[in-house]
């Protein structure tokens, strides 16, 4: 009995040693990454056309789009032809960091969870200007990174496009019908000449 009593406790001592000695192979992450929203600091406007036009705006905000205590936003003057056919496409930047960062790849891979809204101040007539035929996400619903519009009569307004994040309603053409969260917001104003 003493035997098995010593060839127990050898046992049970090899195993806790051999326990408390085996190498962790487990890594631990001490700060594990989070999926954070990317700081917008800039949405810029490419504006193109058939007859070779090919003008860049911005609406940038340096410390950041949405931020609650922005600072003083810098913004070009959108200004097109009248009564024109122009395509356009939306750029997201952050420009805070060096050298900038082009965000826009990273919102194209993630179409699906996005949606650019267009709202022209005043909606029809002279300043006014219209968005049809947007690009589509990956299911065909839209996405309208890139939007063909047309521009109304001679006249002043304002142009605000809107980045919105896992809209509830990606048919929706305005950001309360949307839904979900608004990413950006740039409110740009409009000459029509």
């Known amino acids: 009995m003493k035997y098995i009593n010593q060839i127990a406790m050898t046992f049970l001592v090899s195993t806790v040693l051999f326990t408390a000695c085996k190498k962790d ?103 006014a200007i219209t968005f049809n035929n947007g690009s589509k996400d990956a299911v065909g619903k839209p996405f309208n990174q890139t939007i063909e519009c047309s521009t109304g009569g001679a006249g002043t307004g304002s142009l605000t496009v809107t980045l919105k994040h896992q809209p509830t309603d990606k048919n929706a053409t305005t950001p309360d019908a949307a839904g979900g969260e608004t990413d950006a917001q740039a409110v740009f104003p409009v000459t029509l000449q």
Request: no cysteine; glycine share 4%.
């Open 25 to 127: 192979n487990n890594t631990i992450l001490e700060n594990p990454t989070v999926n954070e929203e990317e700081l917008i600091t800039t949405l810029r406007l490419v504006v193109t056309n058939s007859s070779g036009f090919n003008k860049t705006f911005n609406y940038k905000v340096d410390n950041g789009i949405g931020n609650a205590n922005p600072s003083t936003p810098v913004i070009d003057n959108v200004v097109l032809s009248a009564n024109t056919m122009y395509n356009v496409e939306v750029q997201v930047w952050n420009e805070s960091v060096t050298p900038a960062e082009d965000i826009t790849e990273e919102v194209k891979s993630e179409s699906d969870a996005h949606l650019f809204l267009f709202a022209s101040a005043p909606t029809s007539g002279a300043g």
